[in-house]
């Protein structure tokens, strides 16, 4: 398993902004995706943003507009931009990555997990 790091969660007013980082320890494969969820008390984990090989992007449909994914140009960087932040944005963001050209929504499609950062968003 591959080791990747989570920073930059917080405590934020609604409205607020934040950024998360995840550091990529070490190269997965020639292709790989990279991708952030987050899982909100008594909620499934979900997928939040990704970005494939090929720097396609998906977004969560309820994140459009507000969060920025983008990657530094080694790829073993991956950011989260949080604007417009929302009390139901509240939850432990983990960053995953895995092999391959595309990037699946699927969490249990990922082998690969960071540790998680907590955001939590006040009203």
């Known amino acids: 398993q591959v080791h990747l790091v989570e920073s930059g969660g917080g405590s934020v007013q609604t409205g607020g902004s934040l950024r998360l980082s995840c550091v990529l320890a070490e190269v997965i494969s020639s292709s790989y995706c990279m991708g952030w969820?987050?899982?909100a008390p008594w909620e499934e984990r979900e997928v939040v943003a990704n970005i494939d090989d090929n720097g396609g992007?998906?977004?969560?449909?309820s994140v459009k507009g507000r969060f920025t994914v983008s990657q530094n140009s080694a790829k073993n960087i991956l950011y989260l931009q949080m604007n417009s932040l929302e009390p139901e944005d509240t939850a432990m963001y983990y960053c995953?990555?895995?092999?391959?050209?595309?990037?699946?929504?699927?969490?249990?499609?990922?082998?690969?997990w960071g540790q998680g950062t907590q955001v939590n968003v006040s009203s």
């Open positions: 995953a990555a895995d092999s391959g050209s595309w990037c699946y929504d699927d969490p249990l499609k990922y082998t690969n």
């Open positions: 969820f987050r899982l």
């Open positions: 992007i998906r977004y969560a449909d």
